[in-house]
Every structure is written in C-alpha cells, then in structure tokens.
C-alpha cells in the first residue's frame, strides 16, 4: 500500500483560495488513481475529486465543480487540490485517498488514506 500526507488546509475566509498537496510514499505512485474526500462533522464522507493515474482524466463533485482543481505530478509523488471561490459550506477535514488503477468515486473503492487535513472557511 501507498502511504499519504497531506498538507494545506486552515481557516481562511469565504472567497479565499487554498491549494492541499498530498505526498504518496512506498509504492509507484503511478500506479493509483488519486482522489479528495471531506467530511464535515456529523456527516459522511464524500467524493469531492479524482484523477486517474496519469492525470489524463479529473472528475469533480458538482458542489466544486468549476472552483476546485485537481493536479499530479508522477515525477514528485504528489496531487494537489486547487480550491477556489471557497464557501462555508466546503469546511471540512479533507483526506487525500489512492487506489490501484481505475479511477473512482466511491469511498469504498480507495484502500489507503491520509490523516486528514482541516479546511475551515469563514462567512
């Protein structure tokens, strides 16, 4: 399994923008689809976005689609989520997931998660 970290999040206010990086470890980073999730409290966690394993392909949530942007580079292990236009509503603990190969939306298909990072965003 791969090993992730992510890194980015804070308080920042409605309107703002924040990048997330994550950081993949001790497997071939190309080999796995990429994605975000968040969960916010007392609620699930959701699909937020993907990328398949050489980023040709990038799938958004209709709630971020057109304000988030999700990026790889297979060269430094990394994805990173550009997130713009940020509203309350997209606070939340955001977790970096990877998969092996087929790019996903279901949580249940993702088998190695980050710790999680906290994005709050104020009114």
């Known amino acids: 399994q791969v090993q992730l970290r992510e890194s980015g999040g804070g308080l920042v206010e409605a309107g703002s923008s924040l990048r997330l990086s994550c950081t993949a470890s001790?497997?071939?980073?190309?080999?796995?689809?990429m994605a975000w999730f968040r969960q916010a409290p007392g609620k699930e966690r959701q699909f937020v976005a993907s990328i398949s394993m050489r980023g040709s392909g990038a799938f958004y949530a209709d709630s971020v689609k057109g304000r988030f942007t999700i990026s790889r580079d297979n060269a430094e292990n990394t994805v990173d989520l550009q997130m713009d236009s940020l509203i309350p509503e997209d606070t939340a603990i955001y977790y970096c997931?990877?998969?092996?190969?087929?790019?996903?939306?279901?949580?249940?298909?993702?088998?190695?998660w980050g710790q999680g990072t906290q994005v709050t965003v104020s009114s």
């Open positions: 001790g497997s071939t980073f190309s080999n796995y689809a």
């Open positions: 997931a990877a998969k092996p190969y087929a790019v996903s939306r279901d949580v249940r298909a993702f088998e190695s």
